[in-house]
């Protein structure tokens, strides 16, 4: 099983990005893709889930409309598009991959992790 994230990068206040998480190695139709982050010196956490199958999805109560995770079931790959960024949105930002429909949020639950991409808010 691979994760594949990307699409991070540096990004002034105010702006966008599209992260891309590409899975492959197995079927996940009966998955959870999860995002994550991780800001230097601090613990990761849970950014937003969704369902391979169906239409559902979560998100932690800080996003407030900036974040949107979607699903090209196709091409086996799960996006987080991120707007009005802020620089506390700088951290590295992790897709991961849970076999429980219960929509976690919490890092142990999930089975399978990308590398992460890093995210970088500044003027």
């Known amino acids: 099983v691979q994760l594949q994230a990307s699409g991070g990068g540096l990004v002034q206040p105010g702006g966008s990005l599209r992260l891309s998480c590409a899975a492959s190695?197995?079927?996940?139709?009966?998955?959870?893709m999860g995002w994550f982050r991780q800001a230097p010196g601090k613990e990761r956490e849970f950014v937003a889930a969704?369902?391979?199958?169906?239409?559902?999805?979560y998100y932690a109560d800080f996003v407030k409309g900036r974040f949107t995770i979607s699903k090209d079931n196709a091409k086996n790959t799960v996006h987080l598009q991120i707007h009005s960024l802020k620089p506390e949105d700088t951290a590295v930002y992790y897709c991961?991959?849970?076999?429980?429909?219960?929509?976690?949020?919490?890092?142990?639950?999930?089975?399978?992790w990308g590398q992460g991409t890093l995210v970088t808010v500044s003027s």
């Open positions: 190695g197995r079927t996940f139709s009966s998955y959870v």
């Open positions: 991961a991959a849970s076999t429980l429909q219960s929509m976690p949020s919490t890092p142990p639950m999930y089975n399978y």
């Open positions: 969704i369902r391979w199958s169906g239409v559902s999805w």
